[in-house]
Structures are given as structure tokens and as C-alpha cells.
């Protein structure tokens, strides 16, 4: 049993570990593909947040956030591996917060081309949620030290 849990916690992870590893490898000065891609998305979302609270939401440096991007998805992906509970955490920020910016198929109607991909992905990374969230309410269930009963001792006369 404790070698299929960390393959499978090996071949879950790999997706988040080898996307961390290509955008580090992508990254150059501008951020990379993953910069171009999130620039448009991050405007409409701090264009819709700033109208709900009515006030201005600051400039990101888009380096920074793909920077953090890759530092969730690496290093939670590794801990994740180990069965580190923190990993588990650090991979549901990165859903948390990059899947309805990355995935915005609310803001397609259901005729254009673009809906179908984005709502499969979205749906895609729920279920990676709910995977996580798996993890750590099972581990969460195991003792961290199981005691062991000891019988009477037999007496000697």
C-alpha cells in the first residue's frame, strides 16, 4: 500500500512539478508565454474587482506573480511527494487563486469556441482541488503515532 500511495502521489504531482519546471525554463526577463497569457486575463479581473469595490486595485508586477506561480506549483509539488500536508497547501493557493483568473469561461457565452476548453480546464482543476483536499482530510485521519497496548506481564513466582 505505501508504495502505490507514493507513485501515486508522484504521477499527481508531476503535472504541477513538470508545469513549474517549463515555466522556470520559460521564464526569461518579460516573464515568458505564461506572462503574455495571464496579462489580458489580470486585467479584466482587477477591472471587475475594482468596479465591486469601488476602489483601485494596485499594479502587480506580472513577473512577480508568474515567479510565485512557479514557487507554489515546485516546491508544493516536491512536499506533495513526501506526503508533506504543506505541499497540499501550497498547491490549493495556486488553484485557489489561479484557476477562475486562468480558466474565465463566465465570461463567454456557451455558442463561442472558447467556452468548451476553458470550462473543461476549470473543471479539470476543481477536481485537482478536491484531490487535495482528499489528501489532507485523509491524512488528516491517520494517528501521527499509533500507541501500543501492552498486555499484563506475567508474574513469576
Known amino acids: 500500500m505505501g ?5 501515486g502521489r508522484v504521477l499527481f504531482a508531476s503535472l504541477f512539478i513538470l508545469s513549474a519546471w517549463q515555466m522556470f525554463n520559460d521564464f526569461g526577463v ?8 495571464l496579462i489580458p486575463k489580470l486585467a479584466v479581473a482587477k477591472k471587475h474587482i475594482s468596479s465591486l469595490l469601488g476602489v483601485a486595485v ?8 508568474v515567479a510565485t506561480a512557479i514557487f507554489l506549483k515546485g516546491i508544493g509539488g516536491i512536499l506533495f511527494v513526501i506526503g508533506n500536508t504543506f505541499g497540499a497547501f ?5 488553484l485557489v487563486f489561479t484557476t477562475p483568473l486562468l480558466y474565465d469561461f463566465y465570461n463567454y457565452s456557451p ?16 477536481a485537482l482541488f478536491g484531490a487535495l483536499l ?13 500507541l501500543k497496548k501492552k498486555g499484563p506481564k506475567a508474574k513469576t513466582t
Open 90 to 94: 501550497l498547491l490549493l493557493v495556486y
Open 3 to 7: 508504495f502505490f500511495s507514493f507513485l
Open 134 to 146: 482528499f489528501f489532507i482530510g485523509m491524512k488528516n485521519l491517520i494517528p501521527r503515532r499509533q
Open 58 to 65: 494596485p499594479d502587480i508586477e506580472i513577473r512577480h506573480i
Open 111 to 126: 455558442k463561442d469556441s472558447e467556452f468548451d476548453p476553458l470550462l473543461n480546464e476549470f473543471l479539470q482543476s476543481v
Open 30 to 37: 518579460d516573464g515568458g508565454p505564461a506572462a503574455k497569457e
